[in-house]
């Protein structure tokens, strides 16, 4: 990818850097086969002024570069490492070595650390925590958001998430019990979902839970959830959460007998989470707007700042597999509680 953006500004010349949208339709055109995780990775250092800024200032500034992809944006280090790399060498002709120190070595120099550096992309840039518990860590990075099959679902857009850690399971009766001590679920049994939860409620049982461990667990966002959903940098692209056959992971209106069924029975999805595809619908933290994806900002998106109805993710036992699809979108009202209606948590690391 270095030699074809090198070629690309050795072309059309030096000055095409600060030509944004110009350098950036070229990429599209003619980096078309290349990874679009690192694509879209190069695209945001232009679009946020970095490329220009080593252009201006060369390796005296490839340090600082280095931490603003990585602090002000988001991206892992390791990648805005290969990322500044990648942008020198085209502007410069001329390697990026990472040693004790950022450096730039003239191009003739044999490359030490490039390319370990692109094999580690998906790994973790500091040891995973060790956890006893039921929350599964989830590597952030890009993904294509939403669909083309509803309007509420249109347009697919890049989203850019971190790290953060989503529980493998919905929340359960039991689990609920002993944060609330009562149960207000309308089929009962410790192992199902809890059920017949309002988002209001939710919101009271995350402040008791948080004070009684000490801990940060909230409602994902709603970019969290479908990333989840999909399997995160694992994803296989399946149209439900783990499969493209939707009765190995989902209770849903064709095989639920009517109620729902103990969590985590169903196959899990490639992140090894289960039931984001059926059995009770999931309230998600935002608030619902029906064309917010055509707004929505690229890193880290929150939701709409306001609304009437907070959004619900993936389907329940009561409806049918097109329910189910981890793009659909849906809603209530944030007092609403019934029999279909659950959640699963979120940490933030």
């Known amino acids: 990818m270095k030699n074809k953006l090198r070629d690309i500004i050795v072309q059309y010349g030096l000055n095409v850097v600060e030509e944004k949208k110009k350098l950036e ?12 995780r690192e694509l879209n990775i190069l695209k945001t250092a232009l679009r946020e002024g970095i490329v ?26 390791n990648l805005s490492v ?21 450096k730039v070595q003239p191009a003739k120099t044999e490359p030490q650390v490039l ?25 952030g990075g890009y993904f294509n958001m939403g669909s083309n099959d509803y309007d509420n679902e249109k347009p697919i857009h890049k ?14 009766q039991r689990k609920w019990k002993e944060v609330m001590g009562s149960n207000p679920s309308y089929f009962t049994g410790d192992n199902l979902p809890v059920e017949r939860v309002s988002w209001n409620n939710v919101q009271e049982y995350l402040s008791k839970l948080n004070a009684k461990t000490g801990k940060k667990y909230r409602l994902p ?7 989840a959903a999909r399997g995160g940098n694992q994803s296989k692209g399946n149209k439900y959460s783990g499969s493209n056959n939707i009765e190995e992971v989902a209770w849903y209106d064709g095989n639920s007998g009517r109620k729902t069924h103990p969590v985590g029975t169903k196959k899990p999805n490639e992140l090894g989470i289960f039931d984001m595809s059926g059995n009770v619908w ?17 890193q880290n998106p929150k939701g709409a700042s306001s609304g009437a109805w907070r ?24 007092d609403l509680n019934i029999i279909i209606i659950g959640f699963r948590v979120v940490e933030d690391l």
């Open 159 to 172: 989203v850019w998430l971190d790290d953060f850690y989503i529980c493998k399971f919905e929340v359960t």
């Open 311 to 334: 959004l619900l993710r993936g389907g329940s036992w009561v409806n049918s597999n097109n329910n189910c699809r981890v793009s659909d979108r849906d809603s209530n009202y944030p």
């Open 282 to 298: 999931e309230w998600c933290n935002d608030w619902y707007d029906a064309s917010y994806y055509k707004n929505s900002p690229e």
């Open 25 to 36: 339709s070229l990429m599209n055109d003619l980096l078309v086969n290349e990874s679009k």
């Open 115 to 139: 390319k370990p550096v692109e094999k580690q992309i998906l790994k973790p840039s500091v040891p995973i925590p060790a956890r006893n518990d039921d929350m599964v860590f989830v590597r």
């Open 82 to 102: 290969w990322t500044v790399g990648t942008w020198l060498f085209a502007i410069f002709g001329k390697e990026f070595v990472v040693g004790s120190s950022v």
């Open 221 to 227: 966002r709603e970019a969290e959830w479908e990333y």
């Open 52 to 77: 220009k800024e080593l252009k201006d200032s060369g390796e005296s500034r490839a340090a600082i570069c280095v931490v603003k992809l990585s602090d002000e944006h988001g991206i892992d280090n």
